[in-house]
Nanobody
Framework: QLQASGGGLVQAGDSLTLSCVDSGRTFNNYAKGWFRQAPGKEREFVAAIGWRGQSTHIADSVKGRFTISRDNAKNAVYLQMNSLKSEDTAVYFC???????????????????WGQGTLVTVSS
């Protein structure tokens, strides 16, 4: 029910926005976030946003370049990625908490609902 889109092939320094739509309108009161998995590496946290959008938590590796936002009216969460680097190449997954009313930081403790990934490839 979490459907990610927006990936593609870009050049280093470019920007890209990923979208994740909750087609079942299941997760509007849930913290959501983005994770990524590069080839040969484990999945890692990228960004999270609280259930009301009042808090965000960004991984140090992308802080200052990536922004997460949500629009509950559209059942969507977004990841704005600027100044992309080759090391940002990965499959990006959106995810939601397993229970409602969780803050952004607590998504890491309660993440459990995953969407399919969207591939982002950054060429140098």
């Amino acid at each position: 029910q979490l459907q990610a889109s927006g990936g593609g092939l870009v050049q280093a320094g470019d920007s890209l926005t990923l979208s994740c739509v909750d087609s079942g309108r299941t997760f509007n009161n849930y913290a959501k976030g983005w994770f990524r998995q590069a080839p040969g590496k484990e999945r890692e946290f990228v960004a999270a946003i609280g259930w009301r959008g009042q808090s965000t938590h960004i991984a140090d590796s992308v802080k200052g370049r990536f922004t997460i936002s949500r629009d509950n009216a559209k059942n969507a969460v977004y990841l704005q990625m600027n100044s992309l680097k080759s090391e940002d190449t990965a499959v990006y997954f959106c995810a939601a908490a397993t229970k409602p009313y969780v803050s952004a930081r607590d998504l890491l403790r309660f993440v459990g609902s995953w969407g399919q990934g969207t591939l982002v490839t950054v060429s140098s």
